[in-house]
């Protein structure tokens, strides 16, 4: 019969298991007092399940990677039309979160083309609200009001149509309309699929932005809320908002990222700006 031999592992001295035993302790220690740390236990926070009622499904979801084909449909078969303007009007348009301006370029020609004269935010991604962004909008609008000679039209894409929202409520002597896209301004802000993004990215809780807002409190312009039931991201109920809460709600049928591009929503935007009074 073979002989079996039995080979124990090699066992560290108690002082050794102690010290490194202690400089674990120090790591986590350390690493709890982190910024970072901070971070990731607001993305990981406990969120009652009726918080989070009415938010896209998974499925939804999915749906949002159909903008990867988006630059192949425009290249082989996509073809606008867009008819001149009879009441051009000047539209500053806001992005969404985490959203370069350039994501909002191909919408932008397309008002162009129409007559209309469109400007960016004039700051780049957007990652937050915070009170310096928040006056850097405000005088943004109030410099494009001055230069115009009229009153401006505020496009605002997901989280940029709520900053939309809250700067007509600041300075509604230079707002013509307000049209959000996908904005989540009614309801939970966690009926979405992306608040533990949103805390891990900006730092602050969806219940507690830094900036003073009534999301639901309608600006004293008028106000047009775009919304769709095949967004994979934002709950439709919270992008369409109730009565009282904006003028008027548009259903569309384009995904979240959808609005920045899908036909339906540029010819939408085009109606919108030629009923408007600047």
Known sequence: MAARFAFERPRLPAPLLAA???????????????????RVALAREACPEEFEVGKPRLIRLLGEAQVLLEPVRRRRRRKLPVAVTANPQVAMILPGFGAHPRRMRYL???????????????MGRNLGPDPDRFDAIEARLLE??????????????????????EIAKRQ????????????????????????????????????????????????????????SANDGVIAP????????????????????MGFTYDPQVIATLLAELEVTRA
């Open 108 to 122: 932008a020609r397309h008002l162009e083309q129409a007559g209309h004269i469109t400007k960016r935010w004039g």
């Open 237 to 256: 109920r919270c992008a369409a908002g109730r009565p009282g809460e904006r003028d008027r709600a548009i259903a569309l049928r384009c995904t979240h």
């Open 172 to 227: 509604p002597q230079a707002v013509a309309k307000v049209i959000s896209m996908g904005s989540p301004f009614s309801g939970s802000p966690r009926a979405n699929n992306v608040w533990r993004a949103y805390q891990f990215i900006t730092g602050h809780s969806v219940d507690a932005p830094p900036v003073d807002a009534d999301l639901r409190a309608k600006p004293p312009v008028e106000t047009v809320a775009l919304w």
């Open 144 to 165: 494009l009001h001055a230069r115009h000679g009229r009153k401006v039209v505020l496009i605002g894409w997901s989280l940029g149509g709520l900053y939309a929202r």
């Open 20 to 38: 490194a035993s202690a400089a674990g302790a120090q790591a986590q220690q350390r690493y709890a007092a982190t910024e970072l740390a901070r």
